[in-house]
């Protein structure tokens, strides 16, 4: 890995803004292999290095990754704009500029939201050339039946004059109550499809996105990091090599 100046890789780990990190290093409470550096603009490269700041050790990490269990309410961005984004339900030390959503949730659908800043990782997720599966429970107005699985099931099922991919409707005892697997994420298409088969969805949660699935224990509106077997998971399934 390349040089780069200690206030950017502090910035980038979160420990504060330039200014903060600036005055961080004048007071001598950067710590680099063990070295005091009182110069912001001191360049290393920070997968080789031992980083120390006011006596805490730093891990370093090129990139994040958030699992978030998200509440109906909350738009799928990290900016106040047409309503509450979803970055105001991370706790203070997560808080980054850079959060990418991967993939969208309704601002009324809930359920497995991630979120991570690489942007190769997010684009291969979610480009339909991947075919990462998405699964949903779903809730309906009137029951599914036979023939919405064979339908959605042959890839004939057409929004705005497109044919969607195959998906895979599972259907329990109450045909009130489904899941439903796709391999894309067109715009509302869940709703969509149940629409063009003259039904209607009443309620929409995603429990799986790819390899990972929305955990027991991770309350609505709860975040958590990916755990290591979760992150190399996510960049196999779309053929990435991931180094720890």
Known sequence: MAKERLDK???????????????LARAGLIVIDGHTITDAAFKF???????????????????FYLM????AGYITSTKDRDGIPITALLPEEWQRSDWMPVGRLDKDTEGLLLLTTDGELLHRLTHPRWKVAKRYYVELAAPATPEDEAVFASGTLELEGEPLQPAELHIGPDPHKVELVIREGKF???????AARGNQVTYLKRVAFGPLSLPSDLTTGESRKLLLEEIGALYEAVGLEWQE
Request: glycine share 8%; proline share 4%; aromatic share 6%.
């Open 9 to 23: 890789v502090l910035g980038h780990l979160g420990v504060g803004t330039r200014k903060e990190i600036h005055r």
């Open 45 to 63: 490269d920070p997968a080789l290095s031992r980083i120390e700041v006011a006596g805490e050790l730093l891990e370093y990490q090129a990139y």
């Open 68 to 71: 978030l269990h998200k509440p």
């Open 188 to 194: 509302h298409q869940v709703k969509r499809m149940f």
